[in-house]
């Protein structure tokens, strides 16, 4: 349980957020901030409140979408620069790896 809470409580390299805020719209309060609350001299009502909590939410997913399309950007490019591609042309000599095995024969059976 302890676990799962923290790791809800970590911010996502991806999103740049933690899951409680995308999730909630707001950090949960750990123990300190329980022992020792923030005193709010302000109270709102309930609609506020609401109405904050949507407008919070809604800015978090969308700067986590725009955060996330830089992100697989980059991993995209990373991902490329490792990528060999081999030009094949007419003519050249290729392996094919036949995986589907005919009916009525065990494929540990049928040769390599």
């Known amino acids: 349980m302890y676990i799962a809470g923290a790791l ?15 999730m909630l ?9 329980l022992m020792f609350p923030h005193v ?3 109270r709102e009502d309930h609609a506020e409140y609401v109405s904050t909590l949507i407008e919070n939410i809604q800015q978090a997913h969308d700067t986590a979408r725009r955060t996330l399309k ?3 950007k980059r991993m995209k490019r990373n991902y ?32 390599p």
């Open 70 to 72: 830089t992100s697989m």
């Open 40 to 42: 709010s001299a302000r």
């Open 80 to 111: 490329d620069l490792r990528v060999l591609q081999r030009p094949y042309a007419e003519g050249d000599i290729v392996y094919i790896l036949d995986t589907g095995v005919l009916k009525g024969k065990c494929k540990k059976l049928c040769s």
């Open 8 to 22: 809800r409580a970590l911010v996502n390299r991806s999103t740049g957020f933690t899951a409680n805020m995308l």
């Open 25 to 33: 719209g707001r950090e949960v309060n750990i123990p300190a901030q």
